[in-house]
């Protein structure tokens, strides 16, 4: 029986028939060795960061991680620490079964240095046993820097005691960047699995084989829709998603005042005394301040210009804003716009109205920083 060829990229089963489905590649592509195939996707997107959908749907991750539970197995679990709750697989501890999950938080480097490793490590275990897991260990590393990469290696071997490794993510968290650093690490050989900045590039599992046997795979992102990645275009979502450590930005607000990300998400101060509000964003994306009496009129007319993102191409297919009043309780709380980033309010007492897209998640959470 003749072997089935696989996109070394992205996992895809290769295929010459129909340009417009995953893991389609020229027939040229045979004249080369096959073990280094790569679909035109992954091509693309490699050389000239362009991104071509493929017709997958949820369901089709959510199979595959359901072969999780069916073997013995330690599960990785990655999580993007910029947007640790937009970046969250619900009910993983049900796909997972019995088997244990070493929680990874990625992209450390994004954070305020000033910000200190052991007090995040413990956040992050609180804030997954409230949302329902207890990983056997937790870990901050930064892929693309190989930042605790030595640490999470020692880890995954001390607690797969010699069995398979499923790392496994929702999308954009830098999971393939993480896969690629291990490789780099043990093999010397980099970027031998696609990464971009769009969400959903690894089409199937990618099976990298390990010491006695075992096989490490990298299981296609789960796509979490209440994410603002999903709601911008590949120009815009390069403005939003962070490069490098992000600067907070503090604004004193009076009540009354309104405070813009881009045109994509929106804060109203209505009550509370003058207090100072910490923005944790890309420093790329602008942030404007106005009088929530000019808000409405403010966003109707410059959404695309002043206030974008969104760019001009898409503002007026831009979904609109819908408003939610959330008031702070405790102190130190964030304000959280899911794959956008937060808003710190120190102090108990303030009355909001957050806006965004219908569909991402805006909520509170205590404070990470």
């Known amino acids: 029986m003749e072997r089935q060829l696989r996109c070394i990229g992205c996992g895809a089963a290769i295929q010459f028939d129909d340009p417009k489905k995953a893991g389609y590649a020229p027939k040229s592509v045979l004249e080369k060795d096959e073990e ?51 970046s969250w697989i619900p009910g993983l501890p049900r796909f997972a079964a019995e088997n244990p999950i070493l929680l990874v938080g990625n992209k450390a480097d994004l954070l305020p240095r000033s910000v200190k490793y052991p007090k995040l490590l413990r956040w992050m275990r609180r804030m997954a046993e409230e949302l329902g897991l207890r990983p056997v260990d937790v870990c901050l590393v930064s892929a693309a820097k190989g930042i605790g990469m030595a640490k999470v290696m020692e880890a995954i071997n001390r607690y797969r005691e010699g069995g398979d490794v499923y790392v496994v993510g929702c999308t954009n968290v830098g999971k393939s960047t993480f896969i690629n650093r291990i490789i780099e690490e043990a093999t010397g050989k980099g970027n031998v699995i696609t990464t971009s900045y769009f969400p959903g590039t690894t089409l199937d599992m990618i099976e990298i084989p390990l010491e006695g046997g075992a096989t490490l795979y990298d299981t296609p992102g789960i796509i979490n829709h209440h994410q603002m990645a999903h ?33 994509l998400a929106r804060l109203d101060y209505i009550k509370g005394g003058r207090r100072s509000f910490v923005c944790y964003m890309a420093n790329e994306l602008t942030v404007h301040r106005t ?48 794959g956008l980033g937060w808003v710190t309010c120190n102090d108990p007492g303030a009355q909001l109205v957050v806006h965004a897209p219908k569909g991402v998640d805006v909520f509170i959470r205590q404070s990470l920083i």
């Open 36 to 86: 280094e195939i790569i679909c035109q996707r992954c091509f693309r997107l490699k050389h000239y960061n362009e991104v071509q959908d493929v017709p997958l749907d949820d369901s089709d991750f959510l199979n595959m991680l359901h072969r999780i539970g069916e073997s013995k197995a330690l599960v990785v679990n990655i999580v993007d620490i910029f947007d640790f709750n937009g």
């Open 291 to 338: 009088k929530l009496e000019k808000a409405d009129s403010l966003y109707a007319n410059q959404l695309g210009d002043l206030l974008s993102p969104p760019n001009k191409r898409y503002a007026a297919e831009f979904p609109p804003l819908v408003p939610r009043s959330l008031s702070v309780k405790e102190r130190k709380t964030d304000i959280v716009f899911s």
């Open 231 to 263: 709601f911008v275009d590949a120009r815009d979502l390069k403005i939003i998603t962070p490069k490098r450590e992000i600067h907070p930005r503090v604004y004193q607000l009076n009540e009354g005042q309104t405070l813009f990300f881009g045109g």
